[in-house]
């Protein structure tokens, strides 16, 4: 996956703890409304497959959520 992605503007981040929560809700949703045997079978085994998968992260968002969060936690010392 890497080498089709340009990484120059994205970052290749592992899927975190809360990021497996959200993935594994978005994959339950998609086999409720689709039926997909894809989604069933990452969901039959997802501790396993969550390892394939790969957060890309935008440079620029990832720049102003930290910026946020450094604000966020400035005004909570203050």
Known sequence: FAT????EMVDLDPVTYDDA???KKM???HLTNTGSTV????????????KAFVKVFPRDY???LQ???MKAVERNFH
């Open 4 to 7: 089709m992605c340009n990484t």
């Open 21 to 23: 929560d959200e993935l």
């Open 27 to 29: 994959i339950t949703d």
């Open 39 to 50: 989604a069933k079978f990452i969901l039959a085994d997802f501790e396993a497959q969550v």
């Open 62 to 64: 990832k720049r102003v």
């Open 67 to 69: 910026e946020q969060k």
